[in-house]
């Protein structure tokens, strides 16, 4: 078999493979033979059709068919291999007929879409800030306020006016151009002024209205609002309101943090326990904000094109794995992007961007790889496989016997690549 190859400067790959009369004959026999096996023929038993009488019978033109199939798959795939062509898709297949016609000489031309060449910028000393894990005494506040707020009464305000915090029971009646629109109608709807759910300008506009109030609120919805025909429009609301509550917050006492049902029992503990907690939270948070910055500036600094239709995979990927996460909650995809106020469409177009930087990222690292000969040692497993099993909460014996090491190689060496640049990385 004679390969030729050459490469353009769109990362394709046009391969010209040729095989001789006697190279193709094998595959014709083979596919022969099988044909053979497989044939039924008054008088004789199944299979043992006499080669030139089933040819005779049936013809030549399956036997080419199938051995022209069977040959190109097994050519194409083994000229791949030998040369090292490492391919990203279907290759688009012309083939030779007249000299196939004439010969029975296959020659084709296959091109192919490979994987980019990536030239890389600086990986390793990158600078990269990090933020702080500093805990405020203020967010100690806030999350033990939000405790206090999940354990409180609503109490009905008798006499006043609405204010900002309290919680208002209310119909709502909306209209765009003086037409009522879908979603813009409710009855006794309780909201708490001032937390931001409804358009700008609503809520502050209720405060001041005494029960059984009603008003007219004029407000437009932002640009971006989610429902298409409601964008930058201005509307009115009508709204009617029957009750004020206020929120009473339980006291913070030992009572109350064992009620909580956690593992501090007093409040001095309690306050020890919620620092703990957004340290862990903050830590967390700072360590893959300066993971995902690191490695968008490596990306950055490195030069490749990245490949629509290994994009294109990755966004299907993404795709699969939040229709399977609707299936989780009972949903179809549809319904759940419904939920979220966008259409499959939008949501295609919004993973989009995230998409082609899991492939740049996964492009240039495979590149660091190859430029600094990174391999996996034993003590790389089981460190890897401990961080596995401690973050899935599982035996890491049980996680070994699940994932051996053939399937998660590739993986653990990623992982490597990225804790070697931030090893060396220079935190500002």
């Given at each position: 078999m004679n390969v030729n190859i050459e490469r353009s400067p769109e990362d394709k790959v046009l391969l010209t493979v040729e095989l001789t009369k006697k190279e193709f004959a094998f595959y014709y026999e083979e596919e022969l033979k099988k044909l053979m096996a497989k044939a039924e023929l008054k008088g004789f038993r199944k299979g043992k059709v006499p080669r030139e009488i089933y040819l005779k019978r049936f013809g030549e033109a399956q036997v080419y068919q199938n051995a022209l199939d069977?040959?190109?798959t097994a050519s194409y795939y083994q000229a791949v291999e030998d040369n090292k062509v490492?391919?990203?898709d279907e290759p688009k297949i012309d083939i030779d007929f007249e000299l196939f016609d004439k010969k029975k000489t296959l020659k084709y031309k296959a091109e192919v879409l490979v994987y980019p060449e990536v030239v890389l910028g600086k990986y390793f000393g990158v600078e990269v800030k990090k933020d702080s894990t500093e805990v405020e005494e203020s967010e100690v506040e806030a999350a033990i306020n939000r405790d206090l707020r999940s354990k409180s009464d609503l109490e009905l305000v008798e006499e006043g006016s609405l204010e900002l915090g309290h919680t208002a029971v209310f119909d709502f009646e909306g209209r765009v151009d003086g037409v009522l629109f879908e979603g813009g109608t409710a009855k006794n709807y309780s909201l708490e002024i001032g937390s931001g759910q409804f358009i700008p300008?609503?809520?502050?506009?209720m405060v001041g209205m005494k029960q059984e109030e009603e008003r007219d609120?004029?407000?437009k919805f932002p640009d971006d609002y989610q429902a298409e025909n409601l964008k930058g429009?201005?509307?009115v609301f009508k709204v009617k309101l029957h009750e004020i509550k206020k929120r009473v917050l339980p006291?913070?006492?030992?009572e109350f943090v064992v009620s909580l049902n956690i593992e501090p029992k007093t409040v001095n503990d309690y306050r020890t326990y919620q620092s703990d907690k957004i340290k862990t939270e903050k830590t967390e948070a700072s360590d893959n904000k300066f993971e995902h910055d690191l490695l968008k500036k490596v990306c950055d600094d490195a030069k490749v094109n990245v490949p629509d239709v290994l994009v294109n995979r990755r966004v299907d990927s993404m795709l699969k794995q939040e229709e399977d996460r609707a299936k989780a909650y009972?949903?179809?995809f549809e319904q759940l992007l419904k939920y979220q106020g966008m259409t499959k469409e939008q949501?295609?177009?919004m993973i989009k961007a995230p998409a082609r930087f899991d492939v740049l990222k996964e492009l240039v690292i495979n590149k660091i790889i190859e430029q600094e000969q990174l391999s996996l040692s034993d003590e790389d497993y089981e460190y890897h496989y401990q961080e596995f099993a401690k973050m899935s909460n599982q035996d890491v014996e049980a996680v070994k016997k699940q994932y051996p090491k053939n399937q998660v190689a590739y993986h653990f060496l990623m992982l490597k690549t990225i804790e070697e640049m931030k090893k060396t990385a220079i935190i500002k």
């Open positions: 069977s040959a190109l490492q391919v990203i300008g609503f809520e502050e506009q609120l004029k407000v429009k201005e509307a006291e913070l006492t030992d009972g949903l179809t949501y295609q177009e």
